[in-house]
């Protein structure tokens, strides 16, 4: 009886009443998902989409992806992943919806899925739940994940929030493959299951583990919060993916690049670029490249890794007279009052079980920083400020500002389901029998400090 709604969204969201077009789409169902697909992609073989769409992933169980609404030089709109996430941010900005006349909410079917089953493999002797999070994570969804949990398995859930100090003494160990977590009064407990929410897991729990974390650590390193794998892992997929009409669609991506190497690079993408750190989140050093003062900017700061992306930069389409081929624009907001256009994007939240997968939440937010940055962490104040005027709802009041269609949403969720399917493949070839292809890793990602880290 811990689930109190009033914890575990903001009242924007408790007051909101989702838009009747996104509980068509949830209330849609994979059969029928699959028959509106393919009538708009004849080319598409409807039974590898099936088979996808019922996969049951083995590492990756829980993801995002970030899209842009885009058109090319032909005129031609489509939804392109940006990002794609592991243990991602959203839930506490999505409404309640109804399904089959049945009131849901994202925590507790998430729990139901996904979560549940991790924890069928699980040892219950080895001890308890936790959900350990870091200074990077959301209160407000921390609540949310913590009571669903402990209703749906009626058991208590340890909090653990760790702490990006070095002088710390953090409260969670890993002792024979088992994790630890010490309480107020300094007494280690052991804990059976974990519900990761932290930016970077590999710091802290090892790759092999009798205690089951969600999602698997290697996941997040395969791609989920790692832009570089992540852009490997699509390329291997769509390889795969050749002659069924399906295609995991994202930017021109340059991977493993030095900072000395960015300016050429910049200037072969005709001066306008972005550059990412590859494992970091929440919109941290991620440069967009419009001119020489902004790429001066980037060359003066300090990085914590050594390899870089770039990508290719989704354009104004008023910055030129003409569309130019191999580029993209956004399409952006419906104008509002006065007349103005926003760059914003959408997120698609999905999980899993045995029958394959689910959407589970969708989010829209309006750019702020640099124009094109979407995130609504305000990092100038705090990782816990959130620029909720940016969160476009997906209620009756905001969801028309977006542009999305019913089939914009199906577009994502088929692209989504791809790039998850296409990080889990990448999983288990790091992470054959348990063991970890470090050869593998390092041949495709040769960052010294991330290696360091691991």
Not at 304 to 325: D, G
Not at 345 to 357: P, S
């Amino acid at each position: 009886g811990d689930f109190d709604p009033e914890l575990c969204f903001p009242p924007k969201i408790l007051n909101a009443t989702i838009h009747p077009l996104v509980t068509s789409f949830f209330n849609l169902g994979n059969d029928r998902i699959i028959t509106r697909y393919k009538n708009l992609n004849p080319q598409v073989d409807i039974n590898v989409l099936r088979n996808y769409l019922e996969y049951n992933p083995k590492f990756f169980k829980w993801a995002a992806s970030d899209f842009f609404n885009v058109i090319d030089s032909n005129s031609n709109r489509q939804m392109i992943i940006v990002e794609s996430g592991s243990c991602p941010a959203g839930q506490m900005i999505m409404p309640l919806l109804n399904i089959n006349n049945k009131r849901r909410n994202g925590y507790t079917f998430l729990t139901q899925t996904a979560f549940k089953q991790a924890l069928k493999n699980t040892d219950s002797s080895l001890g308890e739940l936790a959900i350990v999070s870091d200074e990077g994570c959301y209160t407000i969804e921390i609540a949310g994940y913590v009571a669903a949990i402990s209703e749906e398995t009626k058991e208590h859930v340890w909090v653990v929030k760790l702490q990006n100090d070095a002088e710390y003494e953090q409260p969670i160990k890993c002792e024979n493959q088992i994790m630890y977590i010490r309480d107020q009064d300094r007494v280690w407990h052991s804990i059976r299951a974990c519900f990761n929410y932290i930016d970077k897991p590999w710091c802290y729990y090892p790759l092999k583990s009798k205690t089951a974390v969600f999602n698997h650590v290697i996941s997040c390193l395969a791609s989920g919060h790692n832009k570089i794998m992540a852009s490997k892992s699509f390329e291997s997929f769509n390889n795969e993916l050749s002659g069924s009409g399906l295609a995991i669609h994202f930017p021109e991506t340059i991977c493993n690049i030095n900072k000395s190497e960015v300016p050429s690079y910049i200037e072969k993408m005709g001066g306008r670029a972005v550059i990412k750190a590859p494992y970091d989140s929440l919109g941290k050093d991620i440069y967009i490249i419009t001119n020489s003062e902004e790429l001066k900017k980037f060359l003066d700061a300090n990085l914590p890794y050594e390899r870089l992306i770039v990508q290719s930069l989704f354009e104004n389409r008023l910055w030129s007279e003409k569309l130019h081929p191999g580029k993209f624009y956004h399409i952006g907001t419906m104008p509002d009052d006065h007349n103005q256009i926003f760059v914003h994007d959408l997120r698609m939240i999905v999980t899993t079980n045995e029958t394959g997968f689910y959407p589970v939440a969708i989010l829209s937010r309006r750019n702020s920083w640099n124009i094109f940055g979407t995130n609504i962490t305000d990092e100038s104040v705090s990782k816990e400020v959130l620029e909720y005027e940016r969160a476009i709802i997906i209620d009756q009041k905001e969801f028309d500002n977006t542009g999305f269609s019913i089939d914009d949403l199906i577009d994502a969720y088929v692209q989504t389901v791809l790039s998850v399917i296409a990080i889990d493949k990448m999983c288990q070839k790091l992470l054959e029998n348990y063991e970890f292809n470090y050869k593998l890793f390092h041949s495709l990602n040769p960052d010294n400090v991330l290696l360091g880290e691991l």
